[in-house]
């Protein structure tokens, strides 16, 4: 059973920077970032691979976030840089198997079989 923590998130002001951290309790393959927002569904930010080689970002994203990880330590990161108020949501880390990425199928919820709890970011105007 893997274990997902979430943590980084705060209130921050329109163009400031944050860091998220995603501890995971075990060996995790693909990672991923989501998101949900009041009133929406949850969406893709941004994923890696269990090498770090390979990452892929949503088009809102793209360009002011980056995803990382440091498999010694068992974390995975978002830095988010540029934030603005519409990023405003739950972000939520999660592990997916190894072949998400060779599949292209990264991007999909359904694939990621353990997620953490949530940690809120919100950016103020």
């Known amino acids: 059973q893997v274990q997902l923590v979430e943590s980084g998130g705060r209130l921050v002001q329109a163009g400031g920077s944050l860091r998220l951290s995603c501890a995971t309790s075990?060996?995790?393959?693909?990672m991923g970032w989501f998101r949900q927002a009041p009133g929406k569904e949850r969406e893709f930010v941004a994923a890696?691979?269990?090498?770090?080689?390979?990452?892929g970002y949503s088009d809102s994203v793209q360009g002011r976030f980056t995803i990382s990880r440091d498999n010694a330590k068992n974390t995975v990161y978002l830095q988010m840089n540029s934030l603005k108020p519409g990023d405003t949501a739950v972000y939520y880390c999660?592990?997916?198997?190894?072949?998400?990425?060779?599949?292209?199928?990264?991007?999909?919820?359904?694939?990621?079989?353990?997620w953490g709890q949530g940690t809120q970011v919100t950016v103020s105007s």
């Open positions: 890696i691979s269990w090498s770090g080689d390979t990452t």
């Open positions: 075990g060996r995790t393959f693909s």
């Open positions: 999660a592990a997916g198997p190894e072949s998400l990425f060779r599949s292209g199928r990264y991007r999909q919820q359904r694939e990621y079989g353990y």
